[in-house]
């Protein structure tokens, strides 16, 4: 009997599962999946993915934001910038119009910027004008780029190649008022750049010539009692700004630029703050400015009491700057006098008279015998 029902056919041939013949690994990049790259091609994919000249924004920032991840080890940063990392990111900060793109490379930057080969291949690609303009449009990322040349000797000394453009939009970046673009972290960032740059002479004669120390002394006025008071790492940016302006009072000029600019008692005032490190940097500034003849009265007026009670406290670092500071500052005559009546008889033997206390001079009396008087006789 002839059956006249159909025939199912099973086959576990590949051409049969997947009937899609297209080829499997095309040759060229394929705009519309960017997708995780795995192993040893992670890196290089994403880095010719940003490369793409029609990339929609979206994917770009899914590609940022996946190498950003991978950024995490130096091998990785390396391998970024072996790859040819730092000239697509540079040209995304300056020609994106899209902010979270900007934000994204500006912080892919920064980690490149941590190892020294990530350093010399954003300079060669022309990055450090790009994150100078871009301080302006997203400060906080651009901020932390620089950020992490400054933390370097070899990064601060490439800084200085371009202190006279730097410098200033630093100033200008710390003189805007707080909104959510210029956040707290964005001054910080800000500061930490300009305390690497200000560990040379020619950091310093920039700083001078930018307006610095008034702009710092303007900072710290406005954490210890205008609208950055009440954030929350407030003592990190005033760490800062002593520090900042410790090495700048350590040049000649910079001395000068700071007693103009009153700083001595924005220090005095970070004396009085319950942080070690911040009063530690504070108390150095006050000691290196007690150096200049012209501001020794000044520190001992308006921050003598401070420093008395530091050198009498148990900490030996905190109590050695104070030290210094009070001794340098009573080589002035009024300073003296105001140091004595702060110090004990002890105290003033070890810093002002340096052993005993000197003999009183002699008391010398002239005695004048005058002739009696002899009335004249009748």
Not at 69 to 97: F, Y
Request: glycine share 6%; aromatic share 2%.
């Amino acid at each position: 009997m002839q059956s006249h029902s159909s025939r199912h056919v099973v086959s576990e041939h590949l051409k049969d599962l997947h009937p899609d013949l297209s080829e499997p690994f095309p040759q060229h990049v394929i705009e519309d999946e960017v997708a995780e790259a795995h192993g040893r091609r992670a890196i290089p994919k994403l880095v010719a993915v940003l490369a793409l000249p029609e990339l929609p924004d979206d994917q770009r920032a899914h590609a940022l934001r996946i190498l950003n991840g991978l950024l995490s080890t130096q091998e990785h940063k390396t391998n970024a910038v072996a790859e040819g990392a730092a000239p697509p990111l540079c040209q995304l900060v300056s020609q994106c119009r899209d902010d979270e793109v900007r934000r994204l490379s500006c912080s892919a930057l920064a980690s490149l910027g941590q190892v020294m080969a990530g350093r010399n291949g954003i300079v060669a690609a022309g990055g450090l004008p790009v994150l100078t303009e871009a301080l302006q449009t997203t400060p906080e990322q651009a901020a932390a780029a620089l950020k992490s040349f400054a933390v370097s000797n070899d990064g601060a000394a490439q800084l200085n190649v371009e202190r006279g453009a730097i410098v200033p939009a630093l100033v200008t970046l710390l003189s805007q008022p707080t909104d959510p673009a210029f956040t707290l972290t964005a001054f910080t960032n800000a500061l930490s750049t300009l305390e690497g740059m200000t560990r040379t002479d020619d950091g310093v004669l920039a700083a001078l010539d930018g307006g610095v120390p008034a702009c710092l002394v303007a900072l710290a006025r406005r954490g210890l009692g205008g609208d950055l008071k009440f954030e929350g790492r407030l003592m990190e940016l005033l760490q800062l700004v002593a520090t900042c302006l410790e090495q700048i009072c350590h040049h000649a000029a910079g001395k000068a630029a700071c007693r103009e600019a009153e700083a001595h008692k924005v220090l005095a005032e970070l004396l009085t703050l319950q942080h070690r490190e911040t009063i530690k940097h504070a108390a150095a500034a006050l000691m290196v400015l007690a150096v200049e003849k012209e501001s020794k009265v000044n520190v001992m007026l308006h921050a003598g009491v401070s420093l008395v009670r530091l050198m009498r406290g148990d900490d030996a670092e905190l109590a050695a700057n104070a030290r210094d500071a009070v001794a340098a500052a009573a080589e002035h005559l009024e300073a003296r006098r105001t140091a004595e009546m702060l110090l004990s008889m002890e105290e003033r033997e070890l810093l002002l008279w340096r052993g005993p206390p000197p003999e009183t001079p002699p008391d010398y009396r002239y005695h004048v015998e005058l002739p009696k008087f002899t009335p004249p006789a009748k």
